[in-house]
């Protein structure tokens, strides 16, 4: 988050899962908009895949330094793309840690200069110019993506549930946003389920029926549709994949979210606060 201050490489540096490839959710993104860490294009992610060296017959580990905040995001990225044998380790580096498990604390080589060239291969395809060879090759899934449209669309036929990631006090319009300039509040019509309701102090995965409650104590049908959205699309994947466990696989995800949806005119796009 912006207000942290903190540097994910530099931490993967000092600590790791051995063998473990560092995947940069700020660089390999969207570069034709200003909004944070967007979905890449089909090509841009595949070079940037294939420079880390993962082929599509791979299976897929993800785990990032808090233990669910950032992981999720990319499984949810790997889906979007075709890729399905990907998961999400449960309680990531903080459970590697607590089990006693070896960490690596230097950068091999191979490590940096993958994670550098799968960084300049986005660049690159975003400017124009030839990619290194493709070994990984996508099949985009545009039923796991929503854009502005969609959402919108959405709000007057509320043929989806929309269930916000964000903190409570975010989505009611009573606490600030990280990101400077943003006002807090949320989309109409959505329910707000923060995403550490869906894990446990250690922190752990809850359990398919723990998750049920959590999302019906929020007033959620488990029964239809639901798309999830957070402030800019990470946090999101969190609910994404609570849901993925009590068996809803076909979840969207609204990449933009409240910050995309935030800038848009009010009139055209209104705001809902709440109020006791």
Known sequence: MPVENKNPWEEYQVAHIPGAVFFDIDSIVDRTTDLPHMLPSEEAFAAAVSALGIKNQDKVIVYDGKGFFS???????????????????????????????????????????????????????????????????TEFQPHLFWTLEKVAHNVDAKSYQQVDARSKGRFDGVAPEPREGVRSGHIPGSKCVPFPEMFDDAPRLLSADELRQKFQQAG?????????????????????????????????????????????????????????
């Open 71 to 137: 992981a999720p995001r990319v499984w949810w990225m790997f889906r979007v793309f075709g890729h399905n044998k990907v998961w999400v380790l449960d309680g990531g580096l903080p459970q590697w840690r607590a089990s006693g498990f070896d960490l690596g604390s230097a950068s091999p080589d191979d490590a940096v200069l993958k994670s550098k060239t799968a960084n300049k291969a986005v660049e690159r395809v975003y400017n124009g110019e030839l990619t290194n060879t493709i070994t990984f090759q």
């Open 220 to 276: 959620i049908s488990l029964n239809h549709p639901i798309v999830v959205s957070c402030g800019s699309g990470v946090t999101a994947c969190i609910l994404a994949l609570g849901l993925y466990r009590i068996g809803k696989h076909d979840v969207p995800v609204y990449d933009g979210s409240w910050t995309e949806w935030e800038a848009q005119s009010d009139s055209d796009y209104p705001k809902a606060t709440t109020t006791a």
